[in-house]
Structure formats: C-alpha cells, structure tokens
T-cell receptor, first 115, second 112 residues
Framework: GAGVSQSPSNKVTEKGKDVELRCDPI?????LYWYRQSLGQGLEFLIY????????KSGLPSDRFSAERTGGSVSTLTIQRTQQEDSAVYLC?????????????FGPGTRLTVL | GNSVTQMEGPVTLSEEAFLTINCTYT??????LFWYVQYPGEGLQLLLK?????DKGSNKGFEATYRKETTSFHLEKGSVQVSDSAVYFC???????????FGKGITLSVRP
C-alpha cells in the first residue's frame, strides 16, 4: 500500500518568505509526527497530532512554526519569515495508535534550503 | 528528560566483519527502544525494536538486546555486507504521545 508522502521534496526559498510543507500519512493512521533533521542538531521532534488535535507542540522551535491537520489525515507545517537556520530536512511520520508499541513510518522528507 | 547517546562515527568495516554500534539512554519512565536505518537516498525506516527489559529485537541479521541494568541497546551483526552501508539511529519513546528521541546517528561504510 501507499506509504507516507511529503511534498515538495525540495524547497528553496529566500530569507523572510513563508513556506508550507505537506504530509499525507498512511490511510487510517491516527497519529502523525513532524521531525526535523539538520546537521547541527540531528533528528528533533517538532509536533505530534492525534487525530486533528496537537497535544504536544513542545518541539516547535519558535512561534514562526505552526502546523495543522485536517480530516484526521493531511497535515501542513508552516514556517513564517524563514531564517537560514531553518534549513533542514523536515520529516513526517505516522502510526496507527497512541501506544509506543506501534511503529512510526516515515516519509521521504522535504529538504528546505533558506538562502 | 529523555536522551540517547551513540558512539562517535563514522565506522568503516570490511565485508564480513563483526559490527557493534553502542547506544545508551536515559529516560523518564519505561522506554521502548528502537534502531532506525537510513540508506543512501532513502527515507528513515525501522530496523528493529524492543519494548521491555531483556527483549531482543532482530531483523536482517541485526540484533539488539534491551539491557535495563546498563541502560543500553547496542546493535550487533555478525557479518556485515556492503549493502549495510547506511546511517544508523538509536531512539526511544516514553509516555503517551510516543514521540521519538534520537541519538545523533552513526554512518557505517562497508567496503568489499
């Protein structure tokens, strides 16, 4: 079946512009996660959705970052007024349930470059 | 809070060599432990996992045992292949939201 998909695969933007990154989870997966992978910081958690609610936003690095999920499916991560330190690969993952036993399946990521 | 420490890399081995990648952790609560792998040009994928003490996760010839007494989850393989060349991440989850905390990752290169 289809895995987690993300778009765009690559995004180059200028400092100060807003960007939107999209994640399509595996159908039926209620839990959705965003992570960021950068050279300096490794893999970091950003935000967790259960259904359309985000009970854990603790990893969002600043108020320029926001995310939403609609219909218990697609999620969008928005970065406003992008900065060069936002350059990273943004990964989305989904899993079937709340419990930690379930595997998180990762998408291929969106590589964001801020010039 | 939670943290994962992996041995420093990169690691270069000859084909058929024995592999050990060390991983230790600190966690609030009782963690589940994971090894994820990222092959060149591909996305992150689960290699193996263990959810309680003394459990052994295994897949593709790789093994790791959950050692609560030493807070470790070292990855081993008896005979590596060129196709095992990848970046390996140790990770854990605790709590209700199951967010993953990752180690810094280690790059493994296997030469023929």
């Amino acid at each position: 079946g289809a895995g987690v998909s993300q778009s765009p695969s690559n995004k180059v933007t200028e400092k100060g512009k807003d960007v939107e990154l999209r994640c399509d989870p595996i159908s039926g997966h209620t839990a959705l996660y965003w992570y960021r992978q950068s050279l300096g910081q490794g893999l970091e958690f950003l935000i967790y959705f259960q259904g359309n609610s985000a009970p854990d936003k603790s990893g969002l690095p600043s108020d320029r970052f926001s995310a939403e999920r609609t219909g218990g499916s697609v999620s969008t991560l928005t970065i406003q007024r992008t900065q060069q330190e936002d350059s990273a690969v943004y990964l989305c993952a989904s899993s079937t349930r709340l419990a930690g036993l379930d595997t998180q399946y990762f998408g291929p990521g969106t590589r964001l470059t801020v010039l | 809070g939670n943290s994962v420490t992996q041995m420093e890399g990169p690691v270069t081995l000859s084909e058929e060599a024995f592999l050990t990648i060390n991983c230790t952790y600190t966690a609030t609560g009782y963690p589940s432990l994971f090894w994820y792998v990222q092959y060149p040009g591909e996305g992150l994928q689960l290699l193996l996992k263990a959810t309680k003490a003394d459990d052994k996760g295994s897949n593709k010839g790789f093994e790791a045992t959950y050692r609560k007494e030493t807070t470790s989850f070292h990855l081993e393989k008896g005979s590596v292949q060129v196709s095992d060349s990848a970046v390996y991440f140790c990770a854990l989850t605790t709590g209700a939201n199951s967010k993953l905390t990752f180690g810094k990752g280690i790059t493994l290169s296997v030469r023929p």
